[in-house]
């Protein structure tokens, strides 16, 4: 039987913060087993970059990654936030190494290509080395990942953080029984947003096309829960969509196949 | 026998210049065998902290270090100078990682204490983890090591690079067969610095006692190489001075116990 692996993904808001920072490590130190953190860190990058004068430009949620930007990025998400989230984590006595893709060459991508838009330095994943990844765990490490990837030409790359979760999840399916923890802002997938108590405990295949036909998901939540069913099929054992405050494993939506 | 590795520091000036990095990182790729690399970058948190409107103050060359200083010298050394080098190496199929000494516990440190001067977030070095490193470097990982350590109560601090690579080269020592070698501007200890023929090839304790008694050896060259007899005597087995340009193994000037 495989090791469990819990591959838990945040957004910037909880690790710029040091309240709900501290909290986070605290949760995360308490996990069980063998882990990952993904983080984010746009709310820290848009804040230097504003302080450097360097514009932030985003499109649809995204950054468009000028030379400038990238250098940003590289500081804030490599430097600043992966390295405080280590050094928080090594006082809670979690063996915590920060990567990027590059480090290990553990995420390889390549530069975005669109025809509207020039997206400078931003990178679409090809491949992640769930071996490699897999070898440092074995070793008692516990990976920190940053939202960088690299091209294997010497440039780095500004990647979503979501989709680096969802590629190291599946990277990891073939050594690892893997849960994938998405935390946003929400106790899970709700029936109701504005009623706490409707969260939606379980989606299957089955009941998620009658939440979709029923009109009960709808919106934002169709591509999030689209990417669960899809690191389902990459091999991912479940993807859990929760708060940050939630990671225990238990809360939350669960989504499996 | 033990195996050979080969731990070469270089300062900021090298690796933050594209020029001088791409031909730092092609000599060290073409280095056969283990390496270790560890990268200052001074200039450019000084030239960062002054764009942020920090004010960068100086004491003896060593930088004092406040909580937004500390930020700097965090995005600097931990992001854009680390994963620079980091990214530049995989495009050369060396298997680097970046590491501060927060990374899998490697550096352990405490804020240092004077009785003139508030340093801020300034480490002196505790201990450095061998084992962990010996370990990752036999998986054909190739440490790139930014000047930061941690307190273990989650600070990170800012530590002179030459002290990580001696205590680094001293920690390896029980593993590998080390050489330790320093990057600087000149092409090794000279006997007269304005003639570029008059280096010193090899100096030992006895004749080290003849160079500082007869002068030749004398101001800030005195520390470099008692810092090297200090790392001889911590069991590595040569210390090397010499240019970066120049860093196959035989040029520059060899210190032996």
């Known amino acids: 039987m495989k090791q ?5 993904k945040v957004g910037g808001k909880i690790v710029e ?7 986070l490590l605290d949760r995360f130190a308490s996990i069980e087993g063998n882990r990952i953190l993904i983080h984010g860190g746009g709310r820290s990058a848009t804040r230097i970059a504003e302080a450097l004068g360097i514009e932030s430009r985003m499109v649809n949620g995204r950054r468009i990654t000028d030379s400038d930007t990238l250098k940003v990025v590289t500081m804030v998400y490599g430097g600043l936030v992966n390295k405080n989230i280590v050094a928080g984590l090594q006082a809670r006595n979690v063996n915590a190494l920060g990567l990027t893709g590059a480090d290990c060459n553990v995420i390889r991508a390549h530069k975005r290509t669109s025809e509207d838009i020039d ?3 931003v990178g679409d994943v090809d491949s ?7 070898k440092l765990i074995n070793e008692g490490i516990v990976p920190i990942m940053a939202p960088l990837t690299h091209d294997g030409n010497g440039n780095l790359l500004n ?6 979760a969802a590629e190291t999840a599946k990277a990891l399916a073939p050594h690892f029984d893997v849960t994938l923890t998405y935390c946003f802002e929400h106790p899970g997938v709700m029936r109701n947003p504005d009623d706490p108590t409707s969260l939606i405990a379980r989606i ?5 096309k009658a939440l979709l036909a029923d009109g009960t998901i709808s919106g934002g939540m169709i591509p999030k829960i689209d990417n669960a069913f899809n690191a389902l099929e990459g091999g991912v054992s479940r993807v859990i969509i929760t708060r940050a405050d939630a990671i225990d ?9």
Request: hydrophobic share 40%; glycine share 10%; net charge negative.
């Open 128 to 134: 992640a080395d769930g071996a490699m990844l897999a």
């Open 119 to 121: 997206w400078g330095f």
């Open 4 to 8: 469990k692996i819990t591959v838990i």
């Open 17 to 23: 913060e040091k309240e709900s920072l501290d909290n």
């Open 204 to 208: 299957d295949s089955d009941s998620y």
């Open 159 to 164: 990647t979503n953080a979501d989709t680096i």
């Open 249 to 257: 494993g238990n809360s939350g939506t669960h989504i499996v196949a």
